[in-house]
C-alpha cells in the first residue's frame, strides 16, 4: 500500500522535468507523427501530403529556433575531442539540408494546396526528382537522428510518464 508521502515525491519527480524539456519532447514526438504521415503518401493522398509538407517546414524552423542555442554550443565544441557531438551534429546538419530541400521542392511541386490559395509554382521533372531523393535521405536519417538521442529520448519519457519499474505509486482506493 502507497502512502501519501510516496505518491507526493512521485508527483514531484514529475514536476521536476522543466517545461521546456516537456515542450521539446511533445514537440518532437509530433514532428516524427508528421513526418511519418507526411512520407505515407499512399495513406494521406496528394492534399493531405503537400499541407503536412508546409506544415513540417514550418515547425522545422520552430524546432531549429528552439535548439539554436544547442546548435552554437554543439558547433563551438565541434573541435573538442567528443566524438559524439561531432557525429550529431554532422547528422543533424545532413537532416537540415535534407528536409530543407525535401519541403522547399516539395513547394515548387505542389499540384493542390498552392493553387487552392491561389499560388501557382515552377514544378517540372529536376524538382521532382529532387524531392523524391531528398525524402529518401531524410528517411534514412530520421532514424538515426533518433537513435543518437535515443538515452534522452527514453530519460525524458520515463520521467514524464513516471514509468519506474517497480516503483510506481498505485492510486489508493477513495
Same mark, same amino acid.
Given at each position: 500500500?502507497? @502512502?501519501? %508521502?510516496? /505518491?507526493? *515525491?512521485?508527483?514531484?519527480?514529475?514536476?521536476?522535468? %522543466?517545461?521546456?524539456?516537456?515542450? &521539446?519532447?511533445?514537440?518532437? #514526438?509530433?514532428?516524427?507523427?508528421?513526418? /511519418?504521415? #507526411?512520407? *505515407?503518401?499512399?495513406? /494521406?493522398?496528394? %492534399?493531405?501530403?503537400?499541407? !503536412?509538407?508546409?506544415? +513540417?517546414?514550418? #515547425?522545422?524552423?520552430?524546432?531549429?529556433? +528552439?535548439?539554436?542555442?544547442?546548435?552554437?554550443?554543439? @558547433?563551438?565544441?565541434?573541435?573538442?575531442?567528443?566524438? $559524439? &557531438?561531432?557525429?550529431?551534429?554532422?547528422? $543533424? !546538419? =545532413?537532416?537540415?539540408?535534407?528536409? @530543407?530541400?525535401?519541403?522547399? *521542392?516539395?513547394?515548387?511541386? *505542389?499540384?493542390? =494546396?498552392?493553387?487552392?490559395?491561389?499560388?501557382?509554382?515552377?514544378?517540372?521533372?529536376?524538382?521532382?526528382?529532387?524531392?523524391?531523393? @531528398?525524402?529518401?535521405?531524410?528517411?534514412?536519417?530520421?532514424?538515426?537522428?533518433? %537513435? +543518437?538521442?535515443?538515452?534522452?529520448?527514453?530519460?525524458? =519519457?520515463?520521467?514524464?510518464?513516471?514509468?519506474?519499474?517497480?516503483?510506481?505509486?498505485?492510486?489508493?482506493?477513495?
Amino acid at each position: 500500500m502507497t @502512502t501519501q %508521502a510516496g /505518491t507526493d *515525491s512521485w508527483l514531484a519527480r514529475r514536476r521536476r522535468i %522543466a517545461a521546456r524539456t516537456r515542450l &521539446d519532447f511533445w514537440f518532437d #514526438a509530433v514532428l516524427l507523427l508528421g513526418y /511519418t504521415l #507526411a512520407y *505515407s503518401y499512399g495513406f /494521406t493522398g496528394i %492534399a493531405i501530403h503537400e499541407w !503536412l509538407g508546409i506544415g +513540417l517546414g514550418l #515547425a522545422l524552423l520552430v524546432h531549429l529556433t +528552439l535548439h539554436w542555442d544547442w546548435v552554437l554550443r554543439t @558547433t563551438a565544441r565541434l573541435l573538442s575531442p567528443r566524438g $559524439n &557531438d561531432k557525429v550529431i551534429w554532422l547528422v $543533424n !546538419l =545532413a537532416l537540415l539540408f535534407g528536409m @530543407t530541400l525535401c519541403v522547399a *521542392s516539395g513547394i515548387l511541386i *505542389s499540384r493542390v =494546396a498552392l493553387p487552392q490559395v491561389g499560388i501557382y509554382p515552377l514544378g517540372g521533372p529536376f524538382w521532382t526528382r529532387l524531392h523524391i531523393l @531528398t525524402a529518401e535521405v531524410t528517411l534514412g536519417l530520421v532514424p538515426v537522428h533518433v %537513435a +543518437l538521442r535515443w538515452r534522452w529520448i527514453v530519460r525524458v =519519457a520515463r520521467r514524464m510518464l513516471a514509468w519506474r519499474p517497480g516503483r510506481r505509486p498505485r492510486r489508493r482506493p477513495g
